[in-house]
């Protein structure tokens, strides 16, 4: 039985993505099963898959796993063959940092700049405390880069779990025209190079729904 990915929206649905494009990238098969967001209906349909009523969500067989991270390191439990963690421990520790402080981090990113596939040259103002967020993510696609990037554009060489991490930022600073440097620029467009990202994006542009909150921007 393959397993099953319940998300959100692919247009606005960030938290879905990093799974999604984790599974797609390792070449894993899945079936996909799409909730739109904001509508009378999805708490229910959510709550159908799973008691904590966020997407995503993965099942395989009878285990039901929810939350992005957890999704992630079960994946990379599950399939070993795909390396999805870098095979040093040094390295290992590095990548689940990042995607922890990911996970748990950046406030002001998530509520200014919501991420919106569809939208491209969005113009919002940039508080000092969003500001510290995107140095933040600078320094860390720097400080990999300066170590790993002469094994290839991932940010620890090849893809992993910090990059399926990261991918929702990637099209956030596209969608707000945050400009990067040269040291940080490297990662973004290999994420965007990427088939699976490729097929996310061309999904998400197709969807007609508007959740209004998510629509940031002029």
Same mark, same amino acid.
């Given at each position: /039985?393959? !397993?099953? *990915?319940?998300?959100?929206?692919?247009?606005?649905?960030? @938290? %879905? *993505?990093? !799974? @999604? *494009?984790?599974?797609?990238?390792?070449?894993?098969?899945?079936?996909?099963?799409?909730?739109?967001?904001?509508?009378?209906?999805?708490?229910?349909?959510?709550? +159908?898959?799973?008691?904590?009523?966020?997407?995503?969500?993965?099942?395989? $067989? =009878?285990?039901?796993? @929810?939350?992005?991270? +957890?999704? +992630?390191?079960?994946?990379?439990?599950?399939?070993?063959?795909?390396?999805?963690?870098?095979? =040093?421990? =040094?390295?290992?520790?590095?990548?689940? +940092?990042?995607?922890?402080?990911?996970? %748990? $981090?950046? !406030?002001?990113? #998530?509520?200014? /700049?919501? /991420?919106?596939?569809?939208?491209? $040259?969005?113009?919002?103002?940039?508080?000092?405390?969003?500001?510290?967020?995107?140095? #933040?993510?600078?320094?860390?696609? %720097?400080?990999?880069?300066?170590?790993?990037?002469?094994?290839?554009?991932?940010?620890?060489?090849?893809?992993?779990?910090?990059?399926?991490?990261?991918?929702?930022?990637?099209? #956030?600073?596209?969608?707000? $025209?945050?400009?990067? !440097?040269?040291?940080?620029?490297?990662?973004?467009?290999?994420?965007?190079?990427?088939?699976? /990202?490729?097929?996310? *994006?061309?999904?998400?542009?197709?969807?007609?729904?508007?959740?209004?909150?998510?629509?940031?921007?002029?």
């Amino acid at each position: /039985m393959k !397993p099953k *990915l319940i998300i959100g929206n692919k247009n606005y649905s960030s @938290w %879905s *993505l990093r !799974p @999604w *494009l984790l599974m797609k990238e390792a070449g894993i098969e899945f079936d996909e099963h799409l909730i739109l967001l904001d509508t009378p209906t999805t708490k229910k349909e959510i709550t +159908a898959f799973s008691e904590a009523g966020r997407v995503p969500i993965l099942q395989l $067989g =009878d285990t039901t796993v @929810w939350d992005s991270l +957890a999704i +992630a390191e079960t994946v990379a439990e599950r399939w070993p063959e795909k390396k999805l963690w870098p095979e =040093d421990a =040094d390295e290992r520790a590095h990548a689940r +940092a990042i995607s922890a402080e990911m996970h %748990s $981090g950046f !406030p002001y990113l #998530r509520d200014c /700049m919501p /991420m919106n596939c569809r939208a491209m $040259g969005r113009l919002i103002e940039i508080p000092d405390e969003l500001g510290e967020d995107i140095d #933040r993510i600078i320094a860390i696609w %720097s400080e990999c880069h300066k170590h790993y990037g002469d094994r290839g554009g991932w940010l620890f060489g090849t893809f992993s779990v910090a990059d399926a991490m990261y991918a929702p930022v990637v099209v #956030r600073l596209r969608t707000y $025209g945050i400009n990067l !440097p040269v040291s940080a620029g490297y990662y973004p467009h290999r994420l965007l190079e990427s088939k699976a /990202m490729q097929e996310w *994006l061309a999904a998400a542009e197709c969807e007609t729904e508007v959740i209004e909150a998510d629509e940031k921007g002029q």
